[in-house]
T-cell receptor
Framework: GEDVEQSLFLSVREGDSSVINCTYT??????LYWYKQEPGAGLQLLTY?????DMKQDQRLTVLLNKKDKHLSLRIADTQTGDSAIYFC????????????FGKGTTLSVSS | DAGVTQSPTHLIKTRGQQVTLRCSPI?????VSWYQQVLGQGPQFIFQ???????GRGNFPDRFSARQFPNYSSELNVNALLLGDSALYLC??????????FGQGTRLTVV
């Protein structure tokens, strides 16, 4: 398909792990990104992965990339209430790596 | 370090009017991109500028235009505003190839 797809909603308890999934569209995309958006705010770059990598870990965040299935996931360990936000997956299809195609976003709700 | 700054933060315009939104990139970043985020959706790519030249354009009508200045700041102009242009307009800056860092956005309401 033409769209970057994400599940719309995820609810977890504080301290659990969260896994947000994304299916992207272009196997030649060079960079794949995860952004976080809190209510009324802009986008915060959380992490990114280059297309020749399978995994990237950054503190509580783990990104897994399956190029064959064009599947990207973001795992947040020890999820906190402050992690409640909308998470966007994005791919860059152009060589500059800056014309990003976003999914509709996954709303993560963390309950205490 | 100052991040990407956008002005104004909010504005209200009437249908048919014109609007100009402004963006200052992170120091040292020469690429600026503009995105439109309608409520409940992900951002949609409008334009990318690098070294004052348009390097990419999304699927938006000619009412949308932009430019980049010698100091790498940028303006987005929208003419003949429609109700459907109401959205959060996001600016992102980057080194030409690399991660895009976003500003807080300008919330445009067209009435």
């Amino acid at each position: 398909g033409e769209d970057v797809e994400q599940s719309l909603f995820l609810s977890v308890r504080e301290g659990d792990s969260s896994v947000i999934n994304c299916t992207y569209t272009d196997s030649s995309s060079t960079y794949l990104y995860w952004y976080k958006q809190e209510p009324g705010a802009g986008l915060q770059l959380l992490t990114y992965i280059f297309s020749n990598m399978d995994m990237k870990q950054d503190q509580r965040l783990t990104v897994l990339l399956n190029k064959k299935d064009k599947h990207l996931s973001l795992r947040i360990a020890d999820t906190q209430t402050g992690d409640s936000a909308i998470y966007f997956c994005a791919e860059s299809r152009d060589q500059a790596g800056t014309a990003l195609i976003f999914g509709k976003g996954t709303t993560l709700s963390v309950s205490s | 370090d100052a991040g990407v700054t956008q002005s104004p933060t909010h504005l209200i315009k009437t249908r048919g009017q014109q609007v100009t939104l402004r963006c200052s990139p992170i120091s040292g970043h020469k690429s600026v991109s503009w995105y439109q985020q309608v409520l409940g959706q992900g951002p949609q790519f409008i334009f990318q500028y690098y070294e004052k030249e348009e390097r990419g354009r999304g699927n938006f009508p000619d009412r949308f235009s932009a430019r980049q200045f010698p100091n790498y700041s940028s303006e987005l102009n929208v003419n003949a505003l429609l109700l459907g242009d109401s959205a959060l307009y996001l600016c992102a800056s980057s080194i030409f190839q690399g991660q895009a860092f976003f500003g807080q956005g300008t919330r445009l309401t067209v009435v």
